[in-house]
């Protein structure tokens, strides 16, 4: 998993694994992107806006996975 953050953009983006073929992006909202690999997994999560929208966790991405948690600060 990486993730990525471009400060003029204001753009959050998560990716879980290498592409390997075409991905599909579904616009779930304004501000929330989701690419599908070709097999159908979720390729990754573009965060439009990213500081607003994490305003309620005070412009950090926080990521829990297997008990561990990791906060991430994102520029405001």
Do not use: C, P, W
């Not at 309620?56 to 994102?74: A, P, T, W």
Request: charged letters at 25%.
């Amino acid at each position: 998993m990486k993730l990525s953050y471009d400060v003029k953009a204001n753009i959050a983006y998560l990716r879980f694994h290498e592409s390997h073929g075409t991905v599909t992006t579904l616009k779930i909202s304004d501000e929330v992107n989701i690419d599908l690999a070709a097999d159908g997994s979720i390729y990754g999560i573009e965060l439009l806006n990213a500081n607003q929208q994490l305003a309620e966790d005070h412009g950090r991405l926080i990521v829990e996975s297997g008990g561990r948690r990791q906060e991430i600060e994102l520029a405001a």
